[in-house]
């Protein structure tokens, strides 16, 4: 029997899709998981009719079954089992062999496996992949960091398995060492930031505006047809027009508005703390799922905390003018978003030595993942006008867009400051636009609270070095 092409080691749901992804485009492949079960599951099931697809039951089998050097894609959750599988594999593999992480892993992690495989003659590659379980299946966009010769044996393989668009598959060499597992980690905060930006856009338009789900999902689709355009405008559209088969209700009223997180943005936050890099509509994001897990908590203080009480709900003008408003702030929103999430890896391609090509980062985005959107290809003509940019908001257009919708952007959150409906992310996307365009800020009051307790000096408009004023005359002995 030939040797495979290309072997997958974790078949969950993703890792099954994968395989089958792989299969589709003409490539040999190998499939192993820990459990049989699993993988009868999978060769008895989806992949029944499939002509290039074996599985083996053990892993020297498998590995043995692997063509030279041998390529093999990890597929298991984050963490501990990335190192127990990588254990496994380790005496069946040979110098010049290439393991592959497809999973979420945190890019530190990534870090020291390239390190630490390149010391046994071994390639890593630590490769962000997204658009879940379709994605896998159809085309995702993906995300590969670490040694090029890693890549360029991957390369033929993930480029024709990844979606496609007008200029090129959604695949790319991101950098060196964990660059790729570090650009999944940005992608799946600013996915945070966008959803919790669309999730307030609906609480807005139904308790102010009155607007019931079916309402919604028009309303949504719509939107999808202009600057909103983008994967999760659709979705959210589909959501909320899908009816419950036993009530008859919208599906979307009768979910409990309670929501978890897998750790990737918990990352970002972590890391753009770390870099000195603000990016308060991600945090709100975040802490939004957080305070949203609280269910009982909020239960209980709905009765015990006074707030604004609802009022009837706003109609004619007044609604079209709010559901106008929203959709601009909303646009406005995630472009704030984007710039900050895009600052981001700018400065951390200049920590980590990653040279990130932002164009690039932006156009495989177009594709396959959750973040798709109109909007990048908007992105990668604005890297184009300037490779320099520091802020996304600084183009032109970005500029522009800022300044036309921004009294909607202020709309939409005072009237939801004075309704009691809390709206962090749009609220946040709103201060880091006027915190960013503010030519001064209130900082050197605090450089002064600072000096006044700590002594830790400040510096002066007026004059060249570093200052420290004794604030009250010194306490008698």
């Given at each position: 029997m030939p040797k495979h092409q290309v072997g997958l080691v974790g078949l969950a749901v993703m890792g099954a899709n994968l395989a089958r992804n792989i299969e589709r485009n003409g490539f040999s492949i190998a499939v192993f998981n820990r459990t049989w079960a699993r993988t009868e599951a999978l060769v008895q099931g989806p992949a029944k009719d499939a002509q290039h697809m074996h599985a083996y039951r053990t892993m020297e089998e498998f590995c043995a079954?692997?063509?030279?050097?041998?390529?093999?894609?990890?597929?298991?959750?984050?963490?501990?089992?990335?190192?127990?599988?990588?254990?496994?594999?380790?005496?069946?593999?040979?110098?010049?062999?290439?393991?592959?992480?497809?999973?979420?892993?945190?890019?530190?992690?990534?870090?020291?496996?390239?390190?630490?495989?390149?010391?046994?003659?071994?390639?890593?590659?630590?490769?962000?992949?997204?658009?879940?379980?379709?994605?896998?299946?159809?085309?995702?966009?993906?995300?590969?960091?670490?040694?090029?010769?890693?890549?360029?044996?991957?390369?033929?393989?993930?480029?024709?398995?990844?979606?496609?668009?007008?200029?090129?598959?959604?695949?790319?060499?991101?950098?060196?060492?964990?660059?790729?597992?570090?650009?999944?980690?940005?992608?799946?905060?600013?996915?945070?930031?966008?959803?919790?930006?669309?999730?307030?856009?609906?609480?807005?338009?139904?308790?102010?505006?009155?607007?019931?789900?079916?309402?919604?999902?028009?309303?949504?689709?719509?939107?999808?047809?202009?600057?909103?355009?983008?994967?999760?405008?659709?979705?959210?559209?589909?959501?909320?027009?899908?009816?419950?088969?036993?009530?008859?209700?919208?599906?979307?009223?009768?979910?409990?508005?309670?929501?978890?997180?897998?750790?990737?943005?918990?990352?970002?936050?972590?890391?753009?703390?770390?870099?000195?890099?603000?990016?308060?509509?991600?945090?709100?994001?975040?802490?939004?799922?957080?305070?949203?897990?609280?269910?009982?908590?909020?239960?209980?203080?709905?009765?015990?905390?006074a707030g604004p009480k609802p009022g009837a709900a706003i109609t004619g003008a007044a609604r079209q003018k709010l559901i106008d408003s929203v959709a601009q702030a909303l646009y406005a929103s995630k472009i704030a978003s984007y710039a900050q999430g895009l600052a981001m890896l700018r400065a951390a391609s200049e920590e980590h030595g990653y040279k990130l090509d932002l164009i690039e980062i932006a156009r495989i985005w177009k594709g396959g993942c959750i973040i798709r959107a109109q909007l990048l290809s908007r992105i990668q003509d604005a890297y184009r006008r300037d490779p320099n940019l520091k802020n996304l908001m600084l183009d032109p257009y970005f500029s522009d867009v800022i300044a036309t919708h921004q009294e909607a952007c202020r709309h939409v959150v005072t009237t939801a400051v004075a309704a009691g409906i809390a709206v962090p992310a749009t609220a946040a996307s709103l201060a880091y636009i006027d915190a960013y365009r503010s030519a001064r800020l209130p900082a050197n009051l605090l450089q002064g609270l600072r000096d006044f307790f700590g002594a830790h000096t400040y510096e002066r408009t007026d004059k060249e070095g570093s200052f420290h004023t004794q604030w009250e005359a010194p306490r008698a002995e």
């Open positions: 079954a692997l063509e030279r050097p041998r390529r093999v894609i990890i597929m298991v959750q984050a963490g501990a089992p990335v190192d127990d599988m990588i254990e496994q594999l380790l005496p069946y593999l040979e110098p010049g062999d290439c393991i592959m992480d497809g999973g979420n892993s945190f890019f530190p992690d990534t870090e020291a496996r390239v390190k630490g495989l390149a010391g046994k003659g071994l390639h890593f590659l630590g490769t962000g992949i997204s658009g879940g379980e379709e994605g896998a299946l159809w085309g995702p966009s993906i995300m590969p960091g670490g040694p090029r010769d890693a890549y360029a044996a991957f390369e033929p393989v993930l480029t024709k398995v990844a979606a496609q668009v007008s200029d090129g598959p959604c695949c790319t060499y991101i950098g060196p060492g964990g660059a790729g597992h570090y650009v999944k980690m940005v992608h799946n905060g600013i996915e945070y930031g966008d959803i919790q930006l669309i999730c307030e856009a609906y609480a807005v338009l139904s308790q102010i505006g009155g607007l019931g789900a079916p309402e919604m999902a028009d309303i949504f689709a719509g939107w999808n047809k202009g600057e909103l355009d983008s994967y999760l405008i659709e979705i959210a559209s589909k959501v909320l027009a899908h009816t419950d088969p036993d009530t008859g209700r919208p599906l979307v009223d009768l979910i409990l508005d309670k929501a978890g997180q897998k750790g990737t943005g918990k990352w970002t936050s972590q890391e753009a703390l770390n870099l000195g890099v603000p990016i308060p509509t991600i945090d709100a994001s975040l802490w939004s799922r957080n305070i949203s897990a609280r269910k009982e908590e909020r239960v209980a203080a709905s009765t015990r905390i």
